[in-house]
């Protein structure tokens, strides 16, 4: 049973810096894909940041500069620097994981993303 983890949210003011950590368990094969992926009611969930195990990382362009993905095979661990915060990224963020789908040798996605986190709480007040 794949569980993910996330821990790491807040509030901060704007400008601030939080870093999320989502820990993995249970898998017998390390996901070819980890990505942050974040919410606001009302609203369709977004991708954030992707680490493909290729080495390369891909970001939304609103938080490109601002945020790093970076994974810890070691640890098992997928972060999320987040630096210079704005209240516009203020959602719950998840961590997802999942394996290149078959016949393609890039990562899912968002909605084909099977493993998901319960979430994390990031709030920015001006």
Known sequence: QVQ???????????????RLSCAASGY?????CMGWFRQVPGK???GVAIFDS???????DSVKGR???SQDNA??????QM?????????????????????????PRLDEYRNWGQGTQV???S
């Open 44 to 46: 369709e969930r977004e």
């Open 28 to 32: 017998t094969r390390r996901f070819h």
């Open 75 to 80: 640890k098992n661990t997928l972060y999320l």
């Open 4 to 18: 993910l983890v996330e821990s790491g949210g807040g509030s901060v003011q704007s400008g601030g810096s939080l």
């Open 83 to 107: 630096n210079s915060l704005k209240p516009d990224d203020t959602a719950m963020y998840y961590c997802a994981a999942d394996h290149y789908p078959q016949r393609r040798g890039e990562c």
């Open 67 to 69: 945020f790093t993905i």
């Open 123 to 125: 709030t920015v007040s």
């Open 54 to 60: 290729d080495g390369t990382t891909s970001y939304a």
